[in-house]
T-cell receptor, first 114, second 114 residues
C-alpha cells in the first residue's frame, strides 16, 4: 500500500540528547513536510522540502534540522537546542505543492523528554 | 500573512444533530481552504477543499463547507452527527502564490453524545 511511514511511534529522550525521527513515503511525491502539534495550537510547520537536496525553514525551525538526500525520505532531527521538544510530530507529503492536491500525513511520532 | 481562526475549541452534539464547526480566515489574496480530520493518535485526513470552483464544497463522510468571501468564512457542517464523527477537526488556508505552506487553525474537538 502507498503511504507515509513514520518511526518510531513513541520516543523518550533525556534532556541534552539529539533524536532523529524517520519519515518515508512511497507515493512518489515531490514535496515533504514536518509539522509539530501541541494541544490547542494546531499544527505548526517546522521544515518543508519541495525537491531532493533542497529544504526551507518553516515557522518554528529553531532547534530542528532536516535532510532530503532521497525523494522518499525526509528525516527530522530534534537537537538539544530545542527548548521544549515534547510534542506530537507529523510528517506529510504532497505531489507538487498543496493546491494541486492534498497533504498526505503519516501516523505521527510522539516525543517525550524525560 | 494568512491565518485561520476556529471558533470554539470543543463542540458537543447529540447523535443525529447538526454539526457546525466555524472557521474564519484572513488573507490578502483569494485563498485555498481546507478541512482536515484527525482521530486520536493518528495523522490528519483531508475532508474537503475549496480551490475557487463551486463555493459549496462536498467532502467525505457527509461533510460539506461553504466559502463566503463577504464573511471570510469557511464553516464545516454535517446534517446528522454519527458517533464515528468524534474527532478533532482543523481548518487550514494557503495563498495561491505560495502553495507549499499551509496555516492551520487551533482545531475543534467534536464529541458526539448518544
Amino acid at each position: 500500500d502507498g503511504g507515509i511511514t513514520q518511526s518510531p511511534k513513541y520516543l523518550f529522550r533525556k534532556e541534552g540528547q539529539n533524536v532523529t525521527l524517520s519519515c518515508e513515503q512511497n507515493l512518489n511525491h515531490d514535496a515533504m513536510y514536518w509539522y509539530r502539534q501541541d494541544p490547542g495550537q494546531g499544527l505548526r510547520l517546522i521544515y518543508y522540502s519541495q525537491i531532493v537536496n533542497d529544504f526551507q525553514k518553516g515557522d518554528i525551525a529553531e532547534g530542528y534540522s532536516v535532510s532530503r538526500e532521497k525523494k522518499e525520505s525526509f528525516p527530522l532531527t530534534v537537537t538539544s537546542a530545542q527548548k521544549n521538544p515534547t510534542a506530537f510530530y507529523l510528517c506529510a507529503s504532497s505531489p507538487q505543492g498543496i493546491t494541486t492536491g492534498e497533504l498526505f500525513f503519516g501516523e505521527g511520532s510522539r516525543l517525550t523528554v524525560l | 500573512a494568512q491565518s485561520v481562526t476556529q471558533l470554539g475549541s470543543h463542540v458537543s452534539v447529540s447523535e443525529g444533530a447538526l454539526v457546525l464547526l466555524r472557521c474564519n480566515y484572513s488573507s490578502s489574496v483569494p485563498p485555498y481552504l481546507f478541512w482536515y480530520v484527525q482521530y486520536p493518535n493518528q495523522g490528519l485526513q483531508l475532508l474537503l477543499k475549496y480551490t475557487s470552483a463551486a463555493t459549496l464544497v462536498k467532502g467525505i463522510n457527509g461533510f460539506e463547507a461553504e466559502f463566503k468571501k463577504s464573511e471570510t468564512s469557511f464553516h464545516l457542517t454535517k446534517p446528522s452527527a454519527h458517533m464515528s464523527d468524534a474527532a478533532e477537526y482543523f481548518c487550514a488556508v494557503t495563498k495561491r502564490s505560495n502553495d507549499y505552506k499551509l496555516s492551520f487553525g487551533a482545531g475543534t474537538t467534536v464529541t458526539v453524545r448518544a
